[in-house]
T-cell receptor, first 112, second 112 residues
Framework: GENVEQHPSTLSVQEGDSAVIKCTYS??????FPWYKQELGKRPQLIID?????GEKKDQRIAVTLNKTAKHFSLHITETQPEDSAVYFC???????????FGQGTTLQVKP | EAQVTQNPRYLITVTGKKLTVTCSQN?????MSWYRQDPGLGLRQIYY???????DKGDVPEGYKVSRKEKRNFPLILESPSPNQTSLYFC???????????FGQGTRLTVV
């Protein structure tokens, strides 16, 4: 069945360093891969997404890469800032079934 | 203002007492879904709906019911709540499953 695995579960970096979060998905039929950020006590919000026909997408300090052959995708945050501290969720959708499955989440702590 | 609205935000109830959590969106989205968020388990999909009168089970549907009689509303029903349904619940909507999801504010449910 559909499944998404996310690593690491926690990540601590110094301000200014880069952070990388990785996800793998179970089924090659998945076609859409969004990333959500959830600040403490808030609702998840989309920060970036990528579709299966694209290998990489950037938006200022964040980027997402997709390797369809290996069935994994990654979130890259450069020049991290304290306000990047949050829980990050990857997700994958399956158009044929209608499911949107989330990973387990990564708690990112950026130390000043 | 485009938004997804859940009610109530907080609810404490007793085992076995039927309850409904409402969800409404004003963006004319076709796709709506319910998630529960538990520490270490991420966001798990309970039910989803790809359009009016069409609902499907997600990964953790046991103990829950939904209905989609109108495009804007997608209530979550717990016929006989149990303590293991204590969780943070999010409703979300999007144009399609493979587009940006907008989340409600969340409902913190405690079943005693």
């Amino acid at each position: 069945g559909e499944n998404v695995e996310q690593h690491p579960s926690t990540l601590s970096v110094q301000e200014g360093d880069s952070a990388v979060i990785k996800c793998t998905y179970s089924d090659s039929a998945s076609n859409y891969f969004p990333w959500y950020k959830q600040e403490l006590g808030k609702r998840p919000q989309l920060i970036i997404d990528i579709r299966s026909n694209v290998g990489e997408k950037k938006d200022q300090r964040i980027a997402v890469t997709l390797n369809k052959t290996a069935k994994h995708f990654s979130l890259h945050i450069t020049e991290t800032q304290p306000e990047d501290s949050a829980v990050y969720f990857c997700a994958a959708s399956w158009e044929n079934t209608g499911k949107l499955i989330f990973g387990q989440g990564t708690t990112l702590q950026v130390k000043p | 203002e485009a938004q997804v609205t859940q009610n109530p935000r907080y609810l404490i109830t007793v085992t076995g007492k039927k309850l409904t959590v409402t969800c409404s969106q004003n963006m004319n989205h076709e796709y709506m879904s319910w998630y529960r968020q538990d520490p270490g388990l991420g966001l798990r999909q309970i039910y989803y709906s790809m359009n009016v009168e069409v609902t499907d089970k997600g990964d953790v549907p046991e103990g829950y019911k939904v209905s989609r009689k109108e495009k804007r509303n997608f209530p979550l029903i717990l016929e006989s709540p149990s303590p293991n349904q204590t969780s943070l619940y999010f409703c979300a909507s999007s144009l399609k499953v493979e587009t940006q999801a907008f989340f409600g504010q969340g409902t913190r449910l405690t079943v005693v």
